[in-house]
């Protein structure tokens, strides 16, 4: 009970076969209708044989259509290989959980002693547990039978291939003569012709050759080592039955290895288009951008169908066409621009205009459509194998694309993150570390205006000095996040001049003395008249920034030395400090954006961390470096760079 449940449960999913035959549509159509009906899975299954390779072009021509015909009726299509078609249909049906088998039937009787199975009589005794529903094939008829025993082959092939056999059956002849001049049997010299027969049909590819190579083995055989020799008479009674036998081994042996050489050609090409898939898989994979996906899919489509490839990309200005493997001077026609778009635009199913050049491949995921693969046609058709292998190539390409728009979107999202942590970084060191100022300042202007008549002038001057130096804290501060937030933009005019370092290390002294506590700054030049190539408002506010940063948390008592040098083709700039420094670990994040450390200034008002970022990105515009290490015995040195700058005279 529960097994018969299971099997009502299981979804209906129904094969048909793929063939040239002229009534392979009516039987496609028939399955469709099925399949719809019965909500079930629906695939086309083309089974390629070595007779596939010598079809005829009315009948490729034929295959091709039913094949596509298929794919608009909505089947998978898929291709396999072997030189038996019901046990290659039997075996996928039973791998792929097919349930009912839909096939056609000629309705022609085959005449003849004995009468070779049908496809539907295999099929019936290779999978008994499938229904297989036969469709009579009423269109084709003896003329189209006719048109397969009697085709047509390229007459140049056929004459090459004669021309082979010929010569292997002289040689084989020539070494049977040399093997009854040394007395070996006829037994040898049979299996030497046969031998020659299997040579023949492994390098050849028409079974004319060694049709040919077999008759021609028993009459030069019954020539040249029979008795009476230089006859085609033979007196021996076994003899009959001995050319009967060496007749048909040599067919027997002929066919098989005939088969055996298509298949191990079919076998190469299968393997050579999945390295091309497996290749554009593992490449696509390592591809950094848009253009190296498309690139890379482009060029294995080119390997695989060794024609002409042209990539239609949707970007944000609209539709850009990419053209890989065409000459220069090729001019992409207006139509197939034209289907491109309305492919991008529609998602058009008609993606093989008539009158373009192209097939056409759209590049999609189920989110959105990157662009159009246009393969240029030819006179050989693809097949569907390597239709198969496109689609999948072409899947991959959207896969990918799709992988770096995730990952661009990643980033994007990573960046506004970081963005928002450090609006909330500024806005909590802002709400924290400004109110001890603006308190001050609001709470002396409210002394001033409550209880100015009862203060003396001292009072009132210390009061002033507060509040100034208070607002001065405070403009500085919006000056740096200012500053800094032009820099990060590129919105910041930058003024590049030739200017004397030690004209600019003096400009910014005479703005920090206002400001200094007791320590002590000196400048040591080590080089007279060092010009370096600067923006000389944004270089004093480094400077000023590093001093103010020195005597902030450095005793009264302290001595900076600010060092001027030429070192290769930099100005160098180091502003040493002999106070607590700062330990290894803090060195790398002192020039971050917020970083304090740990570190209180001595009237609690605490810094929120922009001086020293604002000094990185100044340096960093002038193409500089700026870094910090110990002065030994204790302190700290920050140290930054500048190009050398010349001045020209002209006379």
């Not at 044989?49 to 295959?63: G, K, Y």
Request: glycine share 4%; hydrophobic share 45%; with cysteine.
């Amino acid at each position: 009970m529960q097994s018969s449940e299971k099997q009502s449960k299981k979804k209906e999913h129904i094969l048909v076969g793929l063939s040239s035959a002229p009534s392979n549509s009516k039987i496609v159509e028939t399955a469709s209708k099925m399949a719809k009906a019965f909500g079930a899975n629906f695939t086309a299954l083309y089974i390629k044989t070595s007779q596939s390779e010598i079809l005829s072009e009315e009948n490729a021509t034929r295959l091709q259509n039913n094949i596509k015909f298929a794919e608009r009726m909505g089947a998978t299509v898929v291709t396999v290989y072997g030189e038996d078609v019901a046990l290659q249909m039997a075996e996928y049906a039973k791998t792929s959980g097919v349930t009912k088998i839909v096939i056609g039937r000629n309705a022609t009787k085959r005449a003849g002693l004995i009468r070779k199975p049908t496809l539907a009589d295999k099929l019936i005794s290779l999978v008994t547990s499938i229904d297989i529903h036969i469709i009579p094939d009423a269109d084709s008829d003896l003329r189209e039978q006719k048109a397969n025993l009697f085709r047509k082959t390229n007459a140049l092939s056929i004459i090459k291939d004669l021309a082979i056999s010929f010569g292997v059956i002289i040689v084989a002849s020539l070494i049977g003569l040399f093997f009854a001049h040394l007395g070996f049997s006829e037994a040898n010299i049979i299996t030497l012709y046969i031998l020659g027969v299997l040579i023949t049909s492994i390098i050849t590819s028409s079974k004319t050759a060694w049709g040919f190579t077999s008759v021609a083995s028993v009459l030069i055989f019954n020539f040249l080592f029979t008795k009476p020799r230089f006859s085609l008479m033979a007196y021996g009674d076994g003899y009959p039955i001995t050319f009967a036998i060496m007749f048909v081994a040599s067919l027997i042996t002929g066919s098989l290895a005939s088969k055996m050489h298509n298949q191990s050609k079919q076998s190469s090409q299968a393997a050579y288009r999945t390295k091309i898939l497996f290749d554009a898989n593992r490449l696509l994979q390592r591809a950094s951008n848009d253009e190296e996906v498309l690139r890379i899919t482009a060029e294995q489509l080119k390997k695989l169908l060794n024609r002409e490839i042209v990539v239609f990309k949707r970007d944000k200005e609209g539709l850009q066409t990419l053209v890989y493997g065409l000459e220069d001077s090729f001019q992409i026609e207006e139509i197939e621009l034209k289907t491109a778009s309305n492919i991008l635009v529609n998602l058009s199913s008609d993606y093989n205009n008539a009158q373009s050049r192209c097939d056409y491949y759209p590049m999609k995921t189920q989110l959105r459509t990157y662009g159009v693969v246009a393969v240029y046609k030819s006179e050989k058709e693809i097949d569907s194998f390597e239709n198969s292998i496109v689609l999948s190539l072409v899947g991959e390409c959207a896969l990918a694309l799709e992988n770096l728009f995730n990952a661009k979107e990643k980033e994007l999202a990573a960046v506004l993150a970081e963005n928002e942590q450090l609006r909330a970084n500024l806005l909590r060191a802002i709400s924290h570390d400004l109110r001890t100022p603006l308190t001050a300042i609001s709470g002396n202007a409210s002394n001033l205006i409550s209880n100015a008549a009862s203060f003396d002038e001292q009072t009132k001057l210390s009061i002033y000095n507060d509040i100034y130096h208070d607002s001065m804290w405070l403009i500085n501060l919006v000056e740096n996040l200012l500053s800094i937030t032009r820099l990060e933009e590129g919105r910041m005019n930058l003024n590049f001049t030739t200017e004397l370092v030690d004209e600019v290390v003096a400009e910014a002294i005479k703005h920090v003395h206002q400001r200094e506590r007791g320590q002590k700054i000196t400048v040591v030049h080590k080089d007279e008249l060092l010009l370096a190539k600067m923006d000389t408002r944004l270089i004093i506010q480094v400077i000023i920034n590093i001093l103010d940063n020195a005597m902030k948390y450095t005793p009264t008592d302290s001595l900076v030395t600010v060092i001027t040098e030429k070192q290769n083709d930099k100005a160098v700039i180091s502003i040493a400090d002999n106070g607590a420094g700062i330990p290894d670990e803090l060195k790398e994040r002192v020039f971050d954006m917020f970083y304090t450390g740990a570190k209180k200034l001595a009237d609690s008002r605490r810094s929120i961390g922009l001086g020293l970022a604002l000094c990185k990105s100044i340096i960093s515009v002038h193409n500089g470096e700026i870094f910090v290490k110990d002065n030994v015995p204790s302190g700290a040195i920050f140290t930054f760079t500048l190009p050398i700058g010349e001045i020209e005279i002209n006379e």
